[in-house]
Structures are given as C-alpha cells and as structure tokens.
C-alpha cells in the first residue's frame, strides 16, 4: 500500500458524460500527478499540481481538467467522454517537486459505454 | 518533449535465467530514471532507480546502467522468478520539469 487512494475503483458511463476522479496523496506530499494508462499508449502524464496550484501539463485534452484543495487531495474532471477515454487513471503523489520517487495510487478504471 | 523508447515489448525467460529490457531517451537534460513493475490490475511500484549522476546501481537481483553518451539506460534482471512475471516500465524525467515520461512497456513472463 502507497499511501495514495483513488475513489471510485471503478466507473461505467456513457458517451457525453461528465465524471470526477478523486485523489488523496500520502500524508504530507504536496505533489500530485495524474496519469493516464491505456492498452495502445503505455502510462502518459496529463498533469501536474504543486500545493494547490498547477506545475506542469502533459498530453492532457481540453475536455479534461483538475483542480488539488487546499487539503491537498485532488480531482480529474473528465466531460464529453468519448469511448477512447476509457482508461486507467493513475494518480501519483511525491512529497515535494524535485524529490524523485512518486508514488501511485491503484487507479480508477474508467469504461465508456 | 522527452520521447522513452523500450525494448523488447514482451520477453520470455526460463526462470533462473537472466533479462534485460533496454531504453533510449531523446532529452540530454534528462536527470533521473526509474523502473516500475506493474503486476496485472496493479499499481505501478517503483524497483530500482538511477540519477545521471552515477552509471550503475545494484539491488539484490536488480541492476540498472546507464549510457549518458548514448543516452540509454538498461533493467537487468538475473537468476529470474517467475513472480518476477509483470509489466516492467522505464521512465525518464526532465531536469526541467517533474513528470515522468514512460516508455510503453515491456511484458516479461518468467516460466517454471
């Protein structure tokens, strides 16, 4: 166990839908990273978040967003899901920006019907 | 942006033999590199790790080398298990940013 949990394990919706992910990293990490993980693309980052405020942005799409609160958990948004969404989303948390190791929470699978 | 090519994309092994999955980085900047083992419907865990600093690092049977020339890096796996059987991810991250980049996995399957 990392320390980092992701609700909900599992989601089945449907096109043009609007989802939340959730995360909460370990206690004390300020760093979150969101990550996506699908069978024809291996695990890309999307985005980044530093003690509430956004660090770094990967391939994420305009259709997705994120937001960390000031507990530091954090949110991936997803609208207008298309049936290519589906996924597993990783989240990872690390304690401060240039600590090296991340660790990862056990992921949200997401189906689009 | 940092581009993570790894090689092969599946590799089977007898078990007691040894494997080694190789990677190329694109960013000469790149500072660090981990290794993940993803077991199936499981959280990527991080095994072994290597800075730019120092060209190799040893844990039990895992090893991992470095080539800042060639920019290449290697997992090298020996007297193989086959719990050892998962998806192994290389990774690199950037001097300038903190997001790991991954190479697109390799499925290592150790036989009895």
């Known amino acids: 166990d990392s320390g980092v949990t992701q609700t909900p394990k599992h989601l089945i919706t449907a096109t043009g839908q609007r989802v939340t992910l959730r995360c909460s990293p370990r206690?004390?990490?300020?760093?979150v990273y969101w990550y996506q993980q699908s069978l024809d693309q291996g695990l890309q980052f999307l985005i980044q978040?530093?003690?509430?405020?956004?660090?770094a942005k990967g391939n994420i799409l305009e259709r997705f967003s994120a937001q960390q609160f000031p507990d530091l958990h954090s949110e991936l948004n997803l609208s207008s899901l298309e049936l290519g969404d589906s996924a597993l989303y990783f989240c990872?948390?690390?304690?401060?920006?240039?600590?090296?190791?991340?660790?990862f929470g056990p992921g949200t699978r997401l189906t689009v019907l | 942006g940092e581009n993570v090519e790894q090689h092969p994309s599946t590799l089977s092994v007898q078990e007691g033999d040894s494997a080694v999955i190789k990677c190329t980085y694109s960013?000469?900047?790149?500072?660090?590199f981990p290794w993940y083992k993803q077991e199936l419907g499981k959280r990527p865990q991080l095994i072994i790790d290597?800075?730019?600093?120092?060209g190799e690092k040893k844990d039990q049977r895992i090893a991992v080398t470095l080539n800042k020339t060639a920019k290449h890096f290697s997992l090298h796996i020996t007297e193989t298990q086959p719990e050892d059987s998962a998806v192994y991810f290389c990774?690199?991250?950037?001097?300038?940013?903190?997001?790991?980049?991954f190479g697109k996995g390799t499925s290592l399957l150790v036989t009895p």
């Open positions: 990872a948390s690390s304690p401060s920006r240039s600590y090296n190791e991340q660790f």
């Open positions: 206690s004390g990490d300020l760093s």
């Open positions: 978040y530093y003690n509430g405020e956004e660090r």
């Open positions: 960013d000469s900047a790149s500072n660090y």
């Open positions: 290597i800075r730019s600093n120092v």
């Open positions: 990774a690199a991250r950037e001097n300038s940013g903190y997001a790991l980049n």
